[in-house]
């Protein structure tokens, strides 16, 4: 069945780096538009980056300039590189694949912490 697995959170101090990796099987990847999105706690959860299949970005104007959103059809992974992380960052950060209404499938989930 299909599965996503998040991985690359953590803590990080205010200005540092990380860079979430989600790894899609059971889906055939290269046909499915690929989200990130995050919820903080008390918060509702919120797109941050997403990818369609021909590679077109778009992006939070929180993130803007600081995080990137790439994928990898090859190895089925979909990356977020985060630059200047900032405590408002702080969440757990989702996965996702959609193809159409119906399609659509979530990771678990990873946490990043930027400390105030």
């Known amino acids: 069945q299909a599965q996503l697995v998040e991985s690359g959170g953590g803590l990080v101090q205010p200005g540092g780096s990380l860079r979430l990796s989600c790894a899609a099987s059971?889906?055939?990847?290269?046909?499915?538009?690929m989200r990130w999105y995050r919820q903080a706690p008390g918060k509702q959860r919120e797109l941050v980056a997403g990818?369609?299949?021909?590679?077109?970005?778009n992006y939070a104007d929180s993130v803007k300039g600081r995080f990137t959103i790439s994928r990898d059809n090859a190895k089925n992974t979909v990356y977020l590189q985060m630059n200047s992380l900032e405590p408002e960052d702080t969440a757990v950060y989702y996965c996702n694949a959609r193809r159409i209404p119906g399609m659509e499938y979530w990771g678990q989930g990873t946490q990043v912490t930027v400390p105030s």
């Open positions: 059971g889906i055939m990847f290269s046909i499915y538009t």
């Open positions: 990818i369609t299949t021909g590679g077109v970005t």
